[in-house]
């Protein structure tokens, strides 16, 4: 490729991991600050710079490696970092962490852990379906339990080991493209369930925003701008409102999106364009289909709605009898957002970190907080970790029991019987769905 440079690439690499390795040491100490961001910066800029002048074959280790140095640092960082406790004084997370959980109740424990588990599985069971309903509206059709949701869970045990959504939208991607042969179609369904996918996410935010107004206030007393919380409440619900009315209005009427961005052309940026237009293209997709798409809508609200939910019950599972239902979901919603973002292998330090700085207050602490983040996760891997078997016992001679493109049986002719059933990747990176 013409302008790389490969040795200023391995060398741009070289001052990333000195600066990251300093870094490392000021968050063993627990000696965050100033400092720490400016390696931080210095070592993120350094690594995207020097990956663009890499190949694409040294990138792929390299991106692994990064990516686990930083999920291992940010965890460190955040339990070794010096929280005060009251009447005993300053003392590492980690520590405080251990104090408070030996006073909480087993029993208690153990019920509310479940509850978060149950409420977690019926998050994945719609989010799943509303997946199914993208596919029936592009006239593929599997078998809800043994095919839908199998995929789904298989999916997810993979993204646990993987940053963001990657796992989860890559594999559930593959088997339908892999049994259905409808390669387009699938790409469509998918990138149209991106789009409604973080619709839900913004619209758990407006829902909850009223009732959660307090952890606004609690965040930026912290930062001493106490006067500042309407307006950030305000630019809260004009982003996240915003988002919502404009990919409605594209599921509902299309053509009105269309045309006001004809006559804004000139003035959107040009990456806001292509999105936009990507949206238009898989919604028109599904023309007449109003119901269905508001249906897949509705199954993506109650998919982080009941995410959000996770967070209060294992707030009550770690003893906080005082947590507050709605408070603790809306800055759940903004925390499951932040950890989408993340760069770290499965959100892993960046959910901790947010729980904390969001909701230390609402739950008495930032042990509490990070505690209760970290047992949100534990409970939603519990309730579907369990797809790592039907990964494990899946073989390649395995299809669904039906499926069904424009109602009508496929043969599965195209499947080499040969071929392992696993991730096919690069199909996937074809999509656009999955980065090199």
Sequence with gaps: ?????????????????????????RAWQGELGAKALALLLVAGAAFFFGRRNLGPEARKPVDGVAKGLFTAVGIMALLRHR??????????????????????????????????????????????FGWHLLLVGQGIRFPFWSGIMTAFLIGRFIGTFLPSTIGLDGYTLFEAGRYSNQWPRCVTAKALEKFVG????????????PFGYGVIVDVVEKAGRPDAAPLLAAAIALIAGGVCTIVIA????????????????????GAVRAQIDRLTEAVGAYKGQVGLLLGVLVSKFVTHFTTAVVYYFTALAIGVTAAQFWPITFGSTIQILATVLSPTIAGEGAREAFQALLLSKQLGGAAQAVLSGALGFIAAEAATLWGGAFLWTRKPSWRPAFTLVDG?????????????????????????????
């Design 1 to 25: 490729m013409s302008g790389r440079n490969t040795s200023l690439g391995w060398l741009l690499i070289a001052v990333s991991a000195s600066s990251f390795t300093i870094l490392g040491a």
């Design 83 to 128: 929280i005060h406790v009251d009447g005993i004084g300053d003392l590492p997370l980690y520590e405080a962490i251990a104090r408070y959980i030996k006073d909480v109740d087993p029993t208690t424990f153990v019920l509310f852990g479940a509850l978060a588990m149950a409420i977690k599985f019926v998050g994945v069971i719609a989010s799943a």
């Design 198 to 209: 973080v619709t839900g996410l913004f619209l758990c935010m407006v829902v909850t925003l």
């Design 250 to 269: 594209a599921l509902v009427w299309p053509v009105l999106l269309t045309g006001t961005m004809r006559m804004l052309g000139k003035v959107v940026p």
């Design 408 to 436: 009508r049986q496929v043969d599965y002719a195209w499947i080499d019987e040969s071929e392992d059933a696993g991730f096919d990747a690069e199909k996937i990176r074809r999509a656009g769905l999955v980065g090199s």
